[in-house]
């Protein structure tokens, strides 16, 4: 049984940083691309990076570039979301998600397994 289990959200002030944790478990983590996403109350979830296997590819949006840094240690089945300069608008449920096809999707459906969140607040 495949699961993904966020951890690190919490209450930051504006400026401030988070490390989100996201661990693996019930596959060979190391072969697939991992994603980060977010979700606003009322709003649709969106893409904020993602990592291939070998962290030779990261790709932001550009809402989080050059504020935000994934990473991932494949012995410890782990993908990280350092998140530094936060806003009250990076406010969300962020997820964690696996690719098990590496198709290094900016989309929702581009991915087969999720998290169930860790929620970040930024107060202003």
């Known amino acids: 049984q495949v699961q993904l289990v966020e951890s690190g959200g919490g209450l930051v002030q504006t400026g401030g940083s988070l490390r989100l944790s996201c661990v693996a478990s019930?596959?060979?983590?190391?072969?697939?691309?991992m994603g980060w996403f977010r979700q606003a109350p009322g709003k649709e979830r969106e893409f904020v990076a993602l990592?291939?296997?070998?962290?030779?590819?990261?790709l932001y949006s550009d809402s989080v570039k050059g504020r935000f840094t994934i990473s991932r240690s494949n012995a410890k089945n782990t993908v990280y979301l350092q998140m530094n300069s936060l806003k009250p608008e990076d406010t969300a449920v962020y997820y964690c998600?696996?690719?098990?096809?590496?198709?290094?999707?900016?989309?929702?459906?581009?991915?087969?397994?999720w998290g169930q969140g860790t929620q970040v607040t930024v107060s202003s």
């Open positions: 990592v291939n296997w070998n962290e030779v590819y990261t």
């Open positions: 019930g596959l060979t983590f190391r072969t697939y691309t």
């Open positions: 998600a696996l690719d098990t096809q590496n198709r290094l999707s900016q989309y929702v459906h581009g991915y087969d397994y």
